[in-house]
């Protein structure tokens, strides 16, 4: 393995030009190809490591791994080895099917780095041993020198020495909204990754400009190289469902297998049984408790969600996110393109006469211009014809600017260059005025272009017959370079508090601050920054604001009415973030919370803060991770949003990690759990209802489908220990198990969502699936199934004297019995007594319809007769079994009157699953 360079551990920049090439060890031609040969055999390819994906076989055999299969697999070997050849097959291919379920179900492995991989420039332009090259991406060394050009991928980390206008697209990485300036001075060490400006970055986009930088760091050394060993050593935590799965079957597998040694070892001890014969009993009654079917109607029952999800443009990449949707108690997601629209617009400008209100968001040319009193605006819609000076700004504003509007063939909007000066020619254009025909009109002579040093960019124009020089910068900035103020009377002497304190107001609110100025200007050829530092006359100023999405208002506004606490993290600055998170109805906007801060926290600290805090700025991609294990720490269920490689780590520590589809990398996608096909982050909302639903109806299924594996258990544990017959056979156990499920345990995952889904707290992830209520109702239908299976069986053998008539009655009971307690199941606490209760689902009366005729066949024909050991029922033998299954649908119903009265004589219990709680249940109205 080569030896990691000591680039990883450097601030580059802090430190200056010289300084970087003295330590690199290199000059401004490059280093030779000795040395590049040389030190990419120490410091490696400029690649990122990529994980091994597991083989198809192995991912088939973890199927595999859990203690119910394994006490099936082992129950089939012992039945194998004592000659039940039929036994031993009908369980290897309801194994065969649980395993094949899983496996289609799993899909593809997991691609995150592979994709992250794929952010890494396949070619770079480098300046070697003197003259231009290109080489490969993965051939770049520290001590290289790269050129860089509008449109490139940067390949590497580097440290600029030479930028000329250049600006780097960095949202993927740092979450900026809008294209960051670069230049070639040192910062402090301290400074944050967002602003570090004399650095281009691996995987970023060249927005503008050109660039000279030499590499510092390559491969997994590089800041997207860091997070992909974060995304890499990430531990993935089980969901809530799988938890409660897991140890739900630990209990149950050792409760069965407790159960069925003692019972084999009564049978051959006290009642005198061959060994071998209470050996099968001890398989039979394991192979009737053990629910085969649940893992399968799971499995279907999270897989109807995602087809539902879908129908809303929420996709599910893995199948147990479904159910933990409708557990999520937290919402960390991040400001740009996600609850914003990532489209900068003007929203106010401040001329000296007063504010303006600018209406209409995003690229479209649409809006009006409002005049603002009472700080707020009031009035008609101004005329530009009557109002110079908003024109005359407005013209400005276009013409030192470099961006262009367009519109595609589909009608959408879109900016060509940087998204603020975008913004700019945006509002021209509500004005009527055309960015292009306006410059047509005032040919540019020349300009000073934008740096970040300057803080101001300047064109020298021909405007109303006179050369004007047009400036365009930071207010601060120009707020020195002015003395006078442009008026509808004339020019007056500059008020600077009075400007500033309109500088401030509009900051306050969360907008970017541009100003405009001009001056006439004579005998000049060629402009520099003498001639714009002095003398200007201010125009007005303008605010931008990257606007929160109208969609996402009102989905902070449901998340809140039902339990949800979103959380904004992300790389802005502080106060915007906390304009928008105010302008969304975030619920603590008192404080943002920044990365430096978060960094000198310890965990404690951070778990200790993390509930009173709903903004965090300046977030880096460890900070996003450290603040999800955080809430985890406290308890919470958290869904991370986002679309950079940034996110990525989070995305996949979070329990639900949700990437957007549209802006969204393909790193975020393949970290998440779910992606949003519009972008929308209403659509989580839906997708977190979609998700209560699907708990709702598993909780429903696992309560129907445990009693008839309890019936059967207990009535072969009672037969064995009583010395009696088997009321039913393994076998017969296998095909009720396999044949209940799949046909009356699926019609429940169909099941409409309860009408108060959305007014319910998060339930407590800790929560037993099955709380005591629900464990009552297994235990009571488990009973009411083994009095009318062992009833039948003993009524049947004692009148007709036929072990295969008196077991077929035994089973079709047991069936039937559960198929009049699925119609109760519908509800869990509330009356089926109604036309709607009855009748009020198409699947459950289709499975009913369906799981009878498998019954008649099973009964009648020939070939199955011979295979389950069962005969053929005469008419009446059908009156009792419909009889006994009306009878249990109708004592079901008394349980529910009783527990109905029970709940209404009690206080209500908050934020409770259970349905004894009047407001907070599924089935509880």
């Given amino acids: 393995m080569p030896e990691r360079p000591v680039a990883a551990r450097t601030a580059w920049h802090a430190l200056s030009e010289e300084e970087a090439l003295q330590r690199l060890e290199c000059d401004r031609n490059g280093i030779d190809e000795q040395q590049a040969a040389s030190r990419l055999e120490r410091y490696g390819p400029n690649r990122l490591q990529q994980a091994k994906g597991r083989p198809w076989w192995q991912r088939m055999l973890a199927q595999l791994n859990n203690l119910l299969i394994v006490i099936l697999i082992a129950a089939g070997v012992a039945s194998l080895a004592l000659g039940h050849r039929l036994d031993a097959l009908a369980i290897a291919g309801v194994v065969a099917i649980i395993a094949l379920i899983g496996f289609i179900q799993e899909g593809k492995a997991e691609r995150a780095l592979e994709s992250i991989r794929e952010l890494l420039s396949p070619q770079a332009h480098v300046w070697r041993a003197g003259r231009r090259q290109t080489i490969p991406a993965e051939a770049l060394v520290p001590g290289d020198i790269v050129l860089l050009e509008s449109g490139d991928r940067v390949p590497a980390d580097l440290r600029l020495l030479q930028a000329n206008r250049l600006r780097t697209e960095e949202a993927a990485l740092t979450g900026e909204s809008v294209a960051v300036d670069k230049q070639t001075t040192p910062v402090t060490a301290e400074t944050d990754l967002a602003e570090r400006s004399c650095m281009a970055y691996a995987s970023t986009i060249v927005a503008q400009g050109t660039a000279r930088g030499v590499v510092v760091a390559t491969g997994v050394d590089t800041e997207i190289g860091r997070i992909s060993e974060l995304l890499r050593n990430v531990e993935k935590l089980k969901t809530p469902l799988l938890r409660q799965l897991d140890r739900a079957g630990r209990v149950l597998a050792i409760f069965i297998m407790g159960a069925a040694l003692v019972t084999a070892a009564i049978g051959a001890l006290v009642h005198g049984q ?66 914003t629209r990532n489209e900068m617009t003007a929203q106010a400008i401040w001329l000296p006469e007063g504010e303006i209100a600018v209406t209409g968001i995003g690229f479209a040319p649409e809006g009006d211009f409002l005049p603002v009193r009472d700080n707020a605006a009031a009035g008609d819609p101004l005329n530009l014809d009557n109002h110079h000076a908003l024109r005359h700004f407005l013209k400005v ?34 004005a009527g005025l055309d960015a292009r025909a306006l410059r047509d009109c ?108 109208e969609e996402a208002i009102r989905a902070v506004e449901r998340c809140l009415s039902a339990g949800i606490r979103p959380i904004m993290v992300t790389g802005d600055h502080a106060v915007t973030a906390l304009a928008i998170a105010r302008q969304l109805g975030f619920a603590n906007t008192e404080r943002a919370l920044t990365g430096r801060e978060i960094e000198v926290m310890s965990d404690t600290e951070l778990e200790a803060c993390i509930d009173d805090v709903d903004v965090y700025a300046r977030a880096a991609p460890e900070h996003k991770l450290r603040l999800v294990k955080a809430m985890q720490a406290r308890g919470g269920i958290c869904a991370m949003t986002g679309d950079g490689v940034n996110d990525g780590p989070a995305l996949k520590r979070a329990d639900v990690g ?254 409770s699953d259970s349905p004894l709680s009047r407001d907070t249940l599924p089935g509880a109205r």
């Fill in 442 to 549: 005032h040919d540019r002579h020349d300009a000073i272009p934008f740096e970040s040093e300057r803080k101001y960019m300047a064109t020298l124009h021909e405007v109303d017959g006179q050369p004007t020089l047009l400036v365009k910068g930071a207010p601060d900035r120009l707020l020195e370079m002015c003395q006078r103020v442009r008026t509808e009377a004339g020019d007056t002497p500059l008020a600077p508090d009075l400007w500033e304190a309109r500088i401030e107001a509009l900051s306050a609110r969360g907008l970017r601050v541009l100003a405009l100025a001009e001056k006439p200007i004579h005998d000049v050829a060629e402009l520099d920054e003498r001639h714009a530092e002095e003398g200007l006359v201010l125009l007005g100023l303008i605010g931008l604001l990257d606007p929160p999405r």
């Fill in 658 to 911: 949700v990437a957007m589809g549209i802006q969204g990398t393909e790193a975020a996608k393949e970290a998440a759990e779910m992606v949003l096909a519009d972008d929308n982050f209403a659509t989580i909302v839906g997708a977190i209802e979609e998700g209560r639903k699907v708990y709702d109806n598993i909780r429903k299924t696992v309560t129907f489908l445990l009693p008839t594996n309890g019936a059967q258990g207990l009535a072969i544990m009672l037969a064995v220990l009583a010395g009696t017959l088997l009321p039913i056979t393994p076998l017969q156990a296998l095909w009720v198990n396999m044949v209940v499920a799949v046909t009356l345990g699926l019609a429940l995952a169909f099941e409409q969502g309860e009408e108060n889904l959305m007014r319910r707290r998060p339930r407590d992830p800790a929560a037993a699936l099955l709380d005591l209520f629900l464990l009552w109702r297994v235990i009571f239908v488990s009973l009411l199934l083994l009095i009318a299976v062992f009833g039948m069986f003993s009524w049947l053998l004692q009148h007709e004297g036929d072990e295969a008539v008196a077991r077929s009655g035994a089973v079709n009971v047991l069936v039937m019995g559960s198929a009049a307690y699925l119609i109760n199941s519908r509800f869990l606490l509330r009356s089926n007594l109604s036309l709607q209760g009855l009748f009020g689902s198409r699947p459950v009366w289709l499975a009913i319809g369906l799981v009878l005729s498998l019954q008649v066949a099973w009964t009648y024909l020939p070939f199955m007769q011979a295979l389950f050991d069962s005969a053929a029922l005469a008419p009446w033998h059908w009156l009792l079994v419909f009889g006994c299954s009306i009878a249990l649908f109708l004592v079901v119903e008394l349980e529910k009157l009783l527990l109905r009265r029970r709940r209404n004589n009690r206080p209500p219990k908050r934020n």
């Fill in 397 to 430: 504003s276009a013409l030192c600017n470099d961006a262009e509007l367009s519109r595609d063939e589909s009608g959408h909007w879109h900016i060509l260059g940087d998204s603020t000066e975008g913004a700019l020619v945006v509002v021209a254009a509500k």
């Fill in 274 to 339: 061959p060994a071998s014969q209470m050996f099968m009993a001890a398989v039979g009654l394991a192979v009737a408790a053990i629910p085969e079917g649940l893992p399968a109607i799971v499995t279907i029952g999270l897989s109807l969600g995602v087809q539902a999800m879908a129908r809303r443009n929420a996709i599910i990449r893995r199948l147990p996110a479904v159910e933990t949707l409708g557990s999520i108690s937290t919402i960390f997601t991040d400001k740009t393109g996600t609850l």
